[in-house]
């Protein structure tokens, strides 16, 4: 019986209704140590009749094995691993230990449990109950998450219960607070009736209403205040293991150093302790603990603190060398057991700690390979062997996506006289630096760390400062640029390196800083056909592809190496792709493609800590927004640049948020604002950007709508310039639009005009182009020739979802004398994002399974977008959707 927690009940039933409802919900249960988290989650397993519960429960020193708790909660359900998709059943064995070690990132394993619950819940919905999250391993931690913000109509309920270290990262949270006064000592009554009422007065006000205090605290311990709540309970706990016989509290310590060794190791040790297996069943007659299925369990985590704490030092080093000697020697749990009876430099547990982290990294599991390099240099005497060790663990550190923990662990290190270890910690300093919206001092610890290596290795000398020049191209800084790429010249790599095209890019680069279009743009035009290659030198490609207008290569290497890291798993890679892929699709005129694959990247950025990329991908989302006349959600997105470039100062994210704002500006009629906004940026690092060239035309516009003809010959140059270097159809198109927006003489207008409609172009730009063209015909007077360009632009931007512009050209319709036809829009235009995205996958003939392995949902999520899409596209089964129109 739960005392004075209807409400609380009431929060947890609404998430089992939900998932017995046919949808997913996920609830984090906070409160204090003994507030009554545990027993909710109890409450909530009662009232789960005709579901299928899964458990576990996070435990303190179990937080360093990898997936510990994962597998737990899932031991029910691995006989389901078979229906999963082969790349993520091999990822979820692999993480359990039951397969060989896969390839592909950690949070594939997160997909794969995902998939395996949805599974579940196509027989019965499904209610993980996860206990002390705060102790769940870093592995399992960061798949359940995953999951938790993935589910949505899966049947899935998940119940979190945490105290304050656990990080929720955006899941919704209810707090548990202590019973009011009235209840606490109803509930006192019940459990001490014998209790005089000026004691029980006195605990009910000092307890705050904490159940457990309640319960223990009458129990004989010592008079407390609440700040210090847990370590009274503890010491009341410790009270009753003190009543226990020798062997009772032995028992319990051994125990208590072994949560996951399983009842036979415990009495192994036991026997080789001499201490009587009898103690167990007093501790459990006690109600200290209960065993049963093997395992021996605390009735509270505090209880399993208690017993540890309540004995000598050298008793605890004596257990925990005695637990080592019955675990084999590639066991994990062995090599911490021989940490924590340590004293000081021991090699033999530095060297078990080390090939635990090994194991740990063959599975994924970074954040448990984190803590047993770090307790593994701990223990280590030798200066330069403690360092690599320090390294190591601050490379998995990073790669676990804990930048404070890295960071730590570098500031450990000691120096030495090693160029690879020397660079790498080089390496690893840029990236938190970065992180940290310092990409100066990232630029410069690369070229440090290059400059190591460089003796030794020229080839890693050589991607970092490929690295370099990245960093200094997205801070707008040309001098860091050009002295990347004079590194890089000095190096003297050759074919065989493989760097060749990334070297070229990085020099082409350099000349167009310092030299202009002309000297940089044709010698990066021939890196467009990259096709192989690791995923970054490819993605540089898919970058550079970007920069000389070749979009269509841009999203060629984009989405090919998206495709593979979805099919190996390399999720880590997917927001970068997706970063170049939205660029490409905006600028190929394929807005509501743009706008699913940045809405996927963002939550993929979210999902693999990578900040840095949603500037990016927000900025793209504010200038279609712009396009479309959404002037909330433009202005929103546009704020989130901002304050990105205030915390780390790349200029990208910037860049297309200046850029979008004028946009919207131009397109509701302001073109002053937008003129002076273009020409703000343009003082400023987006001036380095390939924005400012892009935007040209817009400015061209803005400027000739007010009169500011200097500001528009300024831009219309600039934007000629670089379409002269990059000799494209569709950029020798815009730049005849701009000399025609500026030519006085209708005769040389109508000669650009006619060129660029012949040029044609991207459907955006050729829309602008006609609709430009048909307002200049109608100031001409020459109104039917008007009519048929307002009309072609009108049904672009239509198509676009550009309302402002496709209404202005409806406007200039009517004032030619023609009736505005009727707005019209495309059938993808009435699709969420990911509605789109799943209809277009179901178009090209995959299935639910399929389509869920690769976008990171579950089949019964896949088929619940799909349900909601059909209507709106008027169709009731799949093959219907192959005949259907989806582009836009």
Known sequence: MLWGRDVDQAATVAVLDRARAGHSAVLVIRGDPGIGKSSLLDDAAAGAAGMTVLRCAGVETEAEVPFASLHQLLAPALASSSQLPDVQAAALRGALGLGPAAG???????????????????ERPVLCLIDDAQWLDGSSAQALRFVARRLQAESVAMLFAARDEFAPEGLPEHRLAGLDPETADALLRHIRPDLPPRIRVRLVRDSAGNPLALRELPRGAPPFVPALLPRRIQEAFAARIDRLPPDGRAMLLIAAASPDEGLGVVLRAADLLGVAPSGLGAAEEAGLVTVAAGRIAFTHPLLRAAAYQQTTFDRRLAVHRTLAQTLPADDDRRAWHLAAAATGPDEEAALALERAAERALGRKGYPAAAAALQRSAELTAAPAERTRRLVAAAVAANDAGQP??????????????????????????????????????????????????????????????????????QLSDPPRVREAARRLDDLGLRPSDGLGPAVAAVTAAARLLFEGPAA?????????????????????????????????????????????????????????????????????GRFRDAVATATEGLRLAADTGQPNRAGYLEGILAWIAAAGGSTDRCAELAARCHDRYAGNHIANGLAWAEWALALLDLGQGRPAEASDRLEAALAGPVRHQIQA??????????????????????????????????????????????????????????????????????????????????????????????????????????????????????????????????????????????????????AGGLTNREIGAQLFLSPKTVSYHLYRAFPKLGVASRTQLARLDLSG
Request: proline content about 5%.
């Open 404 to 473: 404070d923990l890295t960071r730590r662990f570098l500031a450990s290190c000691d120096p030495v006289d090693d160029p690879v270890l020397t660079a790498r910690v080089c390496e690893l300093r840029a990236r938190l630096a970065f992180d940290e919206g310092s990409a100066a001092a990232a630029h410069d610890l690369l070229i440090a760390g290059a400059s190591a290596l460089a003796p030794v290795d020229r080839r890693a000398a050589g991607l970092l400062l490929v690295d370099a020049a990245r960093n200094a191209w």
């Open 520 to 588: 940089g743009v044709p010698a990066m035009r021939a890196l467009t056909s990259t096709r192989t290659g690791p995923p970054n030198l490819r993605l540089n490609a898919a970058f550079v592809a970007g920069l000389v207008g070749d979009f269509e290569a841009g999203r060629a290497i984009s989405q090919g190496v998206a495709d593979e890291s979805r099919a190996e798993g390399s999720i880590g890679w997917l927001p970068l792709a997706h970063v170049t892929l939205a660029a490409s699709e905006l600028y190929l």
């Open 693 to 842: 060239v892009y935007s040209a035309p817009d400015q061209v516009e803005a400027a000739v709508r007010i009169g500011a003809f200097d500001r528009a010959e300024a831009a219309c140059a600039r934007f000629a310039d670089w379409a002269a270097a990059a000799r494209l159809d569709w950029a020798d198109a815009v730049a005849h639009r701009c000399h025609a927006l500026l030519e006085p003489s209708w005769p040389d207008a109508s000669r650009h005009f006619e060129a660029a409609v012949a040029l044609g172009g991207h459907p955006w730009e050729a829309a602008r182009t006609h609709l430009a063209y048909g307002e200049r015909l109608r100031r001409e007077r020459r109104k039917t020739e008007a009519r048929a360009q307002l009309r072609t632009a009108a049904e672009v931007f239509d198509r676009l979802g550009a309302v402002p512009w496709a209404e202005r050209a409806r406007a200039e319709l009517r004032a030619a004398g023609a009736a505005a036809a009727q707005p019209s829009s495309s059938l993808a235009a009435t699709l969420s994002p990911q509605e789109l995205q799943i209809v277009r996958l179901v």
């Open 104 to 122: 592909g990132d950690q949070l594939l394993v997160g997909a794969a449990v995902l998939t395996l619950m949805a599974e579940l819940a196509e």
